[in-house]
C-alpha cells in the first residue's frame, strides 16, 4: 500500500512543514517515505512545492509523476499541481486563496477555506495544518494518532505551538465530516 501526495503552495505558507509532519507520521509507523522538498527562487513568496511518499513496501521511485492526493494552498499551486493528480485521487484547495474555475470530475475535490479558518482559530500560518486536517481522512498510511506524535517531535523546541496545530489539524477534519 502507498500514499504519494504532493504539497504546494507559496514560499512562507509552509508547505516543507507539511511535508515534515508527514514524513515523520510515516517515519513513526516504521514506514518506508520519500520527502522531496522543491524550493522556488525566492524564500518568501515564491513558490514551494514538495512530495511525500508513504509506503509498507520498498519505494521504487521518489518521482510522482502521478499523485494520490494533493495539498494545493493557492491558486498557482491548482493550476500547476491539480492536473497531477491521478484519476479517483484526492485535491485539497485552500479555497480562502484559490477560486476555482473548470474543475476536474475525476477526482475528489475538496474546497476548504482553511485562512479563514486559521485566522477563526487566531493564527493565519496554520491554514497548512487545516488542509492537512481535510486530507489526512484519505490516507491510507497515516491517522490523526500518527500525525501527533510527529507534531510532538516537530515542536519541541517550540511547545507552545503544538496545542494550535493539533487544533487546526482537528478543525480540518471536522470540516470533512460535515
Not at 492536473?83 to 475525476?106: T, W
Not at 486559521?118 to 488542509?131: F, K, Q, R
Request: hydrophobic letters at 45%; glycine letters at 8%; aromatic letters at 6%.
Amino acid at each position: 500500500m502507498m500514499d504519494k501526495v504532493i504539497l504546494a503552495g507559496f514560499g512562507g505558507q509552509g508547505v516543507m512543514f507539511l511535508g515534515k509532519v508527514l514524513a515523520y507520521a510515516g517515519m513513526g509507523s516504521d514506514l518506508e517515505l520519500c520527502w522531496i522538498p522543491s524550493y522556488g527562487p525566492e524564500m518568501r513568496g515564491g513558490t514551494a512545492n514538495c512530495s511525500v511518499i508513504l509506503s509498507d513496501e520498498e519505494i521504487n521511485s521518489p518521482v510522482i509523476a502521478y499523485a494520490d492526493a494533493a495539498i494545493v494552498l493557492n491558486k498557482p499551486a491548482y493550476d500547476k499541481f491539480a492536473p497531477r493528480v491521478k484519476p479517483g485521487g484526492v485535491l485539497i484547495v485552500n479555497s480562502s486563496l484559490a477560486k476555482l474555475d473548470g474543475m476536474r470530475e475525476d477526482i475528489t475535490i475538496i474546497e476548504i477555506p482553511a485562512t479563514d479558518m486559521a485566522n477563526e482559530l487566531g493564527n493565519t500560518s496554520i491554514a497548512n495544518m487545516v488542509c492537512l486536517g481535510a486530507l489526512l481522512p484519505s490516507l491510507k498510511l497515516v491517522d490523526l494518532a500518527k500525525v501527533e506524535k510527529a507534531m510532538e517531535k516537530l515542536t519541541k523546541k517550540k511547545p507552545e505551538l503544538l496545542e494550535t496545530n493539533l487544533n487546526a489539524i482537528k478543525e480540518g477534519i471536522s470540516f470533512v465530516n460535515r
